[in-house]
């Protein structure tokens, strides 16, 4: 098995318009991510940080250049595959929760593992499991609108963990909290993340937090530096 989780080697990106309105975004991003690594994406608002998480993490695809998830070249898999990787091997975490709101925070974290043929009986475990980690156990019976926002963002922290993913991106995970929340949440998934030992990129623009990974990058004119 490959010591880097996630190579981008010459990532390109542009965004059309109309025929005289081309946005190139990415201009060839290169970056090594490696087994049990965090590693910080620091850019400003519109320098397509959002845009490569999501090349990253197989939503979108790039217009020229390779993303290699745990060794296997996405670039050349099919739908399905990428599809079967982005299920099981990634998980996601955004600044606002994308909690679903009609079910529990328990059932939150179960419908992944359901989607990926986890048991009913083992993914409950699972998510009581989680929601324990993160010290939400008594609110797992609780509906998001009846949680608070670091609760909500705790729950989403277990969702995104909840099929063992290999990779985890975070696009400003704590940038909807107030300082205090923020920092108490951001412990909370640094312990979560270094105890399953899995590779994180987290964007963010708070420098402070940035500087508690092991690696910050740089997105700059299109390119990664320190990648």
């Not at 970056?31 to 998480?53: F, H, M, N, W």
């Not at 043929?117 to 609780?142: I, N």
């Not at 991106?169 to 899995?198: H, I, K, W, Y």
Request: with cysteine; net charge neutral; proline share 4%.
């Amino acid at each position: 098995m490959s010591d880097v989780t996630l190579r981008l080697v010459g990532i390109e990106k542009t965004y059309n318009a109309g025929k005289s309105n081309a946005l190139p975004v990415l201009k060839g991003a290169d970056l090594d991510i490696a087994r049990g690594e965090v590693v910080a994406l620091v850019a400003p608002s519109g320098a397509g940080k959002s845009t490569l998480l999501h090349i990253a993490g197989l939503l979108d695809t790039p217009d020229k250049g390779q993303v290699i998830l745990a060794g296997q070249d996405m670039s050349k898999a099919n739908d399905a595959v990428r599809t079967g990787a982005r299920r099981g091997q990634v998980g996601f975490i955004y600044q606002f929760h994308h909690l679903l709101p009609e079910f529990t925070a328990l059932e939150n974290i179960v419908l992944p593992q359901l989607a990926s043929g986890v048991g009913t009986d083992v993914a409950h475990a699972r998510a009581l499991d989680l929601l324990g980690k993160v010290g939400v156990a008594t609110r797992g019976s609780h509906r998001p609108a009846a949680l608070s926002g670091g609760e909500q963002q705790r729950v989403a922290f277990c969702r995104a963990l909840a099929n063992a993913p290999q990779l985890l991106l975070a696009d400003e995970p704590t940038g909807n909290l107030d300082p205090g929340t923020s920092d108490q949440v951001f412990d909370t998934l640094m312990e979560l993340v270094r105890g399953t030992g899995m590779s994180a990129l987290i964007a963010t623009h708070n420098l402070e937090l940035a500087g508690r990974m092991d690696r910050v990058v740089r997105l700059a004119d299109g390119a990664l530096v320190g990648g």
